[in-house]
């Protein structure tokens, strides 16, 4: 049965980011969508590093939610496929009652997860910075390929990083470590919902994947887990990505 899934970007990304992932679910006969957030809607990727849009480092979690859910609100009975921060948003979303169903890849960590110590580090010189809480943060070629596409070779992590690495809303990331508008309860989920972990992530570590999957396991809905073994952050989009599609894909069509 073709269904209407939503393909959610995470953090540093824009929606080209989905450019292989997509391709088997429209093989499959379905219909993507990749709705990307406020501020940065119909704008490429050089566009923005030249010039970020003003307030886009103060950009809420709540009103990137707010945004998609207005751009899925006209789909029926939609599924949610979000990766990093958009695994965040999808478990925000379905929270809301918005979808029919979740699949959170390797997503930043929902309220009530404490950060782990890989992902402290990560995340510190976004902590530090002055008035960071309302600065966009750039990653450098070296750093991205170092802490998020690290599973990829630094060819592609280059080719990757110049197509559609931007830099990302400082205030969303200390939401997230101060469970600021983060937070749900999983025992309004009445949609299914799948986890992903990959054991090589430098920025979400499977602690944090098993720590949101123990909090959304008291839903009464079904709560799925899947390990990719030797994925990074990128699992989306570096080598074997194919496999993660196609999981994905069979766990939905197996609803």
């Known amino acids: 049965m073709a269904r209407d899934i939503v393909l959610i970007h995470g ?3 824009t929606t080209p980011s989905w450019d292989l992932f997509r391709q088997p ?22 566009r923005i590093n030249a010039a970020p849009p003003a307030g886009f480092g103060a950009l809420t979690v709540g009103r990137i939610v707010d945004h998609l859910s207005r751009a899925i609100a006209p ?23 918005v979808g029919a169903a979740g699949v959170a890849l390797n997503p930043v960590l929902i309220g009530g997860v404490v950060p ?3 992902t402290l580090g990560a995340a510190l010189p976004i902590f530090l910075r002055w008035n960071g809480w309302n600065r966009p943060y750039a990653f450098s070629r070296r750093r991205f390929h170092r802490r998020f596409a690290n599973g990829a070779s630094r060819a592609a992590s280059d080719e990757a990083f110049d197509r559609y690495v931007i830099p990302a809303p400082g205030r969303i990331f200390h939401q997230a470590a101060s469970w600021i508008g983060t937070g749900v309860d999983p025992r309004r989920r009445t949609a299914p919902l799948l986890i992903s972990e990959g054991d090589a992530d430098r920025l979400v570590t499977p ?11 008291r839903s009464p809905a079904r ?23 196609r999981t994905t894909i069979d766990w939905i069509e197996g609803l």
């Open 11 to 13: 953090a540093w990304m």
């Open 223 to 245: 709560t799925d887990y899947v390990a990719f073994p030797g994925r990074s952050h990128f699992l989306l989009a570096e080598p074997g990505w194919e496999t993660v599609a």
């Open 25 to 46: 679910f429209e093989a499959a006969g379905h219909r993507v969508h990749t709705p990307s957030w406020p501020l940065i809607e119909g704008l490429e990727a050089g």
């Open 75 to 97: 789909l029926e009975a939609p599924v949610l496929v979000g990766h990093s921060f958009g695994g965040l948003f999808t478990q925000l979303l379905l929270d809301r009652g």
């Open 116 to 118: 782990g110590p890989t």
């Open 207 to 217: 602690y944090l994947s098993r720590a949101a999957f123990d909090i959304q396991r």
